[in-house]
């Protein structure tokens, strides 16, 4: 059920981006596997809160360390996880509030075995708009100023500075 409301969406997005304009499309990070057994989000997220570096936890899971800071950063965002004072690295163990519990809980019943990262974010870009970024990037703009000139949600913003970073194409 996840998979097909997934695919339309998908869909939609392409449809959206075609209506725009007949011009090239680019997908960001689409080398990344976004589509996660909702186990190991759980996994990742027990991980997590017992203070595992996400090195160590990438290592667990057999990705891309990059792969996972996408990870951290959807489960961030949707509030499944709150910052660690170590960040990233190995520290402490820390608990879930009560909030994060109530959250994860509603999770388990929404994404009963498939669970997609960034469900809700457009990966589609005009080419040309990519290449627009590139140049606003390497001069300097902030992410905010480019979301906000892309008319983007930030979150788009991230995922693309990390899809170009890692094919070399910004600083």
């Known amino acids: 059920m996840i998979a097909v409301a997934t695919q339309d969406e ?3 997005q392409i449809e ?3 209506r725009k304009s007949r011009r090239k499309i680019y ?11 909702t186990s190991d989000i759980l996994m990742f997220q027990k991980f997590w809160y017992r203070g595992f570096s996400l090195k160590w936890i990438a290592e667990y899971f057999g990705r891309d360390i990059d792969e996972m800071a996408v990870v951290v950063m959807d489960q961030a965002r949707r509030g499944y996880i709150r910052p660690r004072p170590s ?10 509030d009560a909030n994060v519990k109530k959250r994860i809980a509603k999770m388990k019943i929404l994404y009963p075995e498939t669970y997609m990262l960034f469900e809700d974010t457009d990966f589609y870009w005009d080419e040309r708009d990519v290449l627009q970024f590139d140049r606003m990037w390497n001069e300097g ?10 008319r983007r949600h930030e979150d788009e913003i991230a995922l693309l500075v990390i899809d170009r970073a890692r094919k070399g194409y910004i600083n």
């Open 16 to 18: 959206n981006h075609f």
């Open 10 to 12: 998908a869909i939609r």
């Open 87 to 96: 960040g990233i690295f190995c520290g402490p163990e820390t608990q879930p």
């Open 27 to 37: 997908v960001v990070l689409e080398e990344f596997h976004l589509e996660w057994k």
């Open 141 to 150: 703009y902030s992410l905010e100023d480019i979301a906000t000139y892309f």
